[in-house]
């Protein structure tokens, strides 16, 4: 990670960037393990004082649905943020959806929890390490010319200074 003293400033080039490569990688897993972290807390804080209402979905999407429920003390909401695990959800469909009842704004699909969002985060982890590895094959190749080019300007110059010396 350090490198040594004797290495030429290409190769300290190169050692940066395949440090930076794997950085890279690990701060896309971490990411993916922070996503499926905060899903388990919004379940938890949802079932740690959780109401049920019906809801109807007002706009649905890959990752974000808009819907509308009323609480049982017939309060209307709109959570800014959409509903949690909104996969699967067609504009204008009745659902019933599970809530934290301090704070109605986090809600999910009721039967829904956070073990659907492992497969995408771990989806993502995976991508993020055969780009990491693919651009690491990409600088080892790179690396290898560059060598065999110093090593050919090493021997270039060997025989210009032998013929030098006839």
Sequence with gaps: MF???TETRSQRVIRRVRVGIILGAA???FQSVLLVLGAWENDRRIEAD??????EVLDAGPRRSTIEFVTPDRVTYRPELGVLYPSELDTGMRIYVEYDRSDPDLVR???RNAALSIIPAGSIAVLGWLIAGTALLVVAVIARRIEEGDGQDQDDATSLSSQSLS
Excluded at 50 to 55: E, N, P, Q, S, T
């Design 109 to 111: 699909v009721q039967h």
């Design 27 to 29: 701060l896309v897993t």
């Design 3 to 5: 490198g040594d003293g």
């Design 50 to 55: 959780m109401g049920v209402a019906a809801a």
